[in-house]
């Protein structure tokens, strides 16, 4: 595949020093002239089957790829690792690098729902998805979740720092379970009511659910039900 053989000519590249919002910005700066070339090897590669189209898309968005992929705060999750860092891209060659792709066809349908939006915004979506899913197949296949409160913790955690909602909070990538567990709670505290709200932090700390009636101040059993609905409400704002 040609983006299997761009991989190679990037595989010396080194991390870029900007924060993954300026990188977003930076490859989103294209002139209307740009745009407008991207659209058109979209549109023929899309609709007219045109496998030379294709082919020129990957090689314009490759080194774009590897920017944003390898500053994504998600990709932390797995370590400072080239190898992960190709294997996305070549996940999103093969998603725009094919003649009649259905990423390419439903460029279309989504740029009627969204005017005025661009290309760029739309490839954007599509490589924080990618990025996404790969980080969730990869942190879910080595998670520890062994039943133990210590496990689901872990996994929670991961779960957390594998989707978009991390990157809402507002901090600097987390690097540590400790920094994620308080970005977590950050991002909790706009969207859970006081008690699950507590609950959630104790849990965090360590409490195990049957422990947290007494520090809640609540009966029998609302501690453990405060934190299963605050877990609940937190896994569903993760996949928005």
């Known amino acids: ?4 053989s761009t991989a190679a000519r990037h595989r010396k590249t080194t991390a870029p020093s900007l924060a993954y919002g300026d990188i977003v910005g930076s490859v989103s700066s294209r002139t209307g002239h740009e745009q407008a070339a991207l659209a058109e090897l979209v ?6 089957g045109d496998a030379s189209a294709a082919r020129a ?31 996305v ?12 792709a259905r990423t390419l066809k439903a460029y279309a349908l989504w740029q009627e729902r969204n005017e005025g939006k661009s290309f760029d915004d739309y490839h954007r979506i599509v490589v924080a998805n990618a990025v996404r899913d790969y980080v969730r197949l990869h942190v879910t296949s080595e998670a520890t979740d062994d039943g133990s409160y210590t496990g689901r913790r872990k996994r ?34 706009r969207r859970l009511p006081p008690t699950q709200l507590a609950s959630l932090r104790l849990w965090l700390e360590g409490a195990e659910p049957s422990e947290l009636d007494v520090p ?3 009966a029998a059993g609302e501690g ?17």
């Open 1 to 4: 595949m040609r983006g299997s």
């Open 43 to 48: 549109g023929r590669a899309a609709e007219l």
């Open 57 to 87: 898309l990957v090689e314009q968005l490759w080194p774009v790829w590897l920017r944003l992929v390898r500053a994504a705060p998600a990709m932390r999750l797995l370590g400072v690792s080239e190898d992960h860092t190709r294997n």
């Open 89 to 100: 891209a070549v996940r999103l060659a093969e998603k725009f690098g094919q003649p009649h």
């Open 156 to 189: 929670l955690l991961n779960e957390f720092a594998a989707t978009e909602a991390i990157e809402r909070v507002g901090f600097r990538p987390a690097l540590t379970p400790a920094q994620t567990a308080l970005q977590l709670v950050a991002f909790a505290e």
């Open 216 to 218: 809640l101040g609540v």
């Open 224 to 240: 453990n039900r405060a934190l299963r609905a605050a877990l609940a409400t937190l896994r569903r704002e993760f996949a928005r």
